[in-house]
């Protein structure tokens, strides 16, 4: 799920190991999806709304689509998603 630098989405993508092995398991369909989010994540890291779970940190979002749940932290000292967990519906 890594993607090259583009300028449409300024942020670099990374997932951790874990998450990135729940991923190659997901149906294509929902890769997809997740894909088009994460994306939409890279072009607007506050596009998604801040974790409840970490409101005292906005830097930690969470992306939900039709059958996942999927939290990012923004990394301050460079341009980084980082996704740390995935949760399956």
Same mark, same amino acid.
């Given at each position: 799920?890594?993607?090259?630098?583009?300028?449409?989405?300024?942020?670099?993508?990374?997932?951790?190991?874990?998450?990135?092995?729940?991923?190659?398991?997901?149906? #294509? /369909?929902?890769? &997809?999806?997740?894909? /088009?989010?994460?994306?939409?994540?890279? #072009? &607007?890291?506050?596009?998604?709304?801040?974790? %409840?779970?970490? %409101?005292? &940190? %906005?830097?930690?979002?969470?992306?939900?689509?039709?059958?996942?749940?999927?939290?990012? #932290?923004?990394?301050?000292?460079?341009?980084?998603?980082?996704?740390?967990?995935?949760?399956?519906?």
């Amino acid at each position: 799920m890594n993607h090259p630098h583009h300028p449409h989405h300024p942020y670099e993508l990374r997932i951790s190991k874990p998450v990135a092995e729940s991923i190659r398991d997901l149906p #294509a /369909a929902a890769r &997809d999806e997740l894909r /088009a989010a994460l994306m939409r994540a890279q #072009a &607007d890291p506050l596009s998604w709304p801040q974790a %409840d779970r970490y %409101d005292l &940190d %906005d830097t930690v979002r969470v992306v939900t689509t039709r059958t996942l749940v999927v939290h990012y #932290a923004l990394v301050p000292t460079s341009p980084h998603l980082w996704v740390f967990a995935i949760t399956v519906l």
